[in-house]
């Protein structure tokens, strides 16, 4: 095989549509990262998965966020631990490769949190900061265009993340 299948099971036709959707969003609007922090990287992809989870809301979540439901499930159950690990270590604002590889590259399993974290747990702690800042304080008006080119930083500043 020429993929690992952590990677090649996105490749069946489930996946085409979230597939093509996150293709057409970085044409749109490409990836700003350019040495990041940790917190830009995460809230970055945070706000391509909104955009994707608002444009396909009767996919499976599974599908959508690329993960397994145990890796699923895993997530939303240690959602707290990782946050909490991500400010005691202090990685919020690093800019270091390797702290934002540990948790925003793909990967079968998470090296800083165990087997059943999937590697880019970041995006979904990102997702979870989006979420929360468009639920509470978006304005009514944002158009997803807006979404995607908002400041990382504003997101963070006013949602008030609290998992």
Known sequence: ??????????????????????????????????NGTLLE???????RQYV??????????TVRFGFTQLQLNAL???EPHI????????LLYSVQPTDIRSLMQEGVYSDLFGEEIPGNAGKYIGY?????WMQQKAPKDLTME???TMPAQKIFTEAGYQP
């Open 1 to 34: 095989t020429i993929y690992p299948t952590y990677l090649s099971r996105r490749f069946a036709p489930a996946y085409l549509v979230v597939n093509s959707v996150q293709n057409i969003l970085y044409d749109i609007v490409p990836n700003p990262r350019t």
């Open 41 to 47: 990287e995460m809230i970055e992809a945070g706000k």
């Open 52 to 61: 994707i989870n608002a444009c396909l809301p009767n996919v499976a979540d």
């Open 76 to 78: 939303k159950q240690e």
């Open 83 to 90: 946050w909490s690990y991500i400010l005691r270590s202090k």
């Open 128 to 132: 979870k900061m989006v979420e929360n």
């Open 146 to 148: 807006s979404l995607l």
